[in-house]
Antibody
Framework: EVQLVESGGGLVQPGGSLRLSCEASGFRFSSYWMSWVRQAPGKGLEWVANIKQDGSEKYYADSVKGRFTVSRDNAESSLFLQMSSLRAEDTAVYFC???????????????WGQGTLVTVSS | DIQMTQSPSSLSASVGDRVTITCRASQSINNYLNWYQQKPGKAPKVLIYGASSLQSGVPSRFSGSGFGTDFTLTISSLQAEDFATYYCQQSYGALTWTFGQGTKVEIK
């Protein structure tokens, strides 16, 4: 069974930093692109970042570019999101998800974790 | 950046109703369009990928259509467990993705 478990969320002051982790199990982690998606309280979904299987390609939403860094440790089956220069508008539940690429060639967010809440406030 | 516009933002419907949600992309995305369902306090779940392919395990009352810029999610006969928020998402191009703003389906 595929499992994704996020951790590392919490309360942080504006301008501060936080590192989120996503521990994966039940599948070959190193074979999958991975993604971070966030959801502000009461709001919709916002894609944050994608990372290739070997970490050689990374893509970010404009809203986090230059402040957030996605990385992974395939030996530990873990995904990370290093967040810095945090702002109030970064307050959200952060989900990690697997990216599936079926034969049709499209890409979808298949398996999701339960999310971890980040609150940026003084 | 590609913008995704969903309509309506909310709707009220009864069990057994046919429900249609639309999603429009700001530029052509071929069929790189997915639909997700999210219930309160839960992670999203993919329903449709590639505009019209039903994800394994998803009931056949869900269907998707469209190509290019205009897409539709249809629930042929709404069930009690379908009351949720639905999001479209484009996965076209250089892996910089966007979601629609969501459509909340409520009980009439």
């Amino acid at each position: 069974e595929v499992q994704l478990v996020e951790s590392g969320g919490g309360l942080v002051q504006p301008g501060g930093s936080l590192r989120l982790s996503c521990e994966a199990s039940g599948f070959r982690f190193s074979s999958y692109w991975m993604s971070w998606v966030r959801q502000a309280p009461g709001k919709g979904l916002e894609w944050v970042a994608n990372i290739k299987q070997d970490g050689s390609e990374k893509y970010y939403a404009d809203s986090v570019k230059g402040r957030f860094t996605v990385s992974r440790d395939n030996a530990e089956s873990s995904l990370f999101l290093q967040m810095s220069s945090l702002r109030a508008e970064d307050t959200a539940v952060y989900f990690c998800a697997t990216i599936d690429i079926p034969p049709t060639g499209t890409r979808l967010l298949d398996h999701w974790g339960q999310g971890t809440l980040v609150t940026v406030s003084s | 950046d590609i913008q995704m516009t969903q309509s309506p933002s909310s709707l009220s419907a009864s069990v057994g109703d046919r429900v249609t949600i639309t999603c429009r992309a700001s530029q052509s995305i071929n069929n790189y369009l997915n639909w997700y369902q999210q219930k309160p306090g839960k992670a999203p779940k993919v329903l449709i990928y590639g505009a019209s392919s039903l994800q394994s395990g998803v009931p056949s009352r869900f269907s998707g259509s469209g190509f290019g810029t205009d897409f539709t999610l249809t629930i042929s006969s709404l069930q009690a467990e379908d009351f949720a928020t639905y999001y479209c998402q484009q996965s076209y191009g250089a892996l910089t993705w966007t979601f629609g703003q969501g459509t909340k389906v409520e009980i009439k």
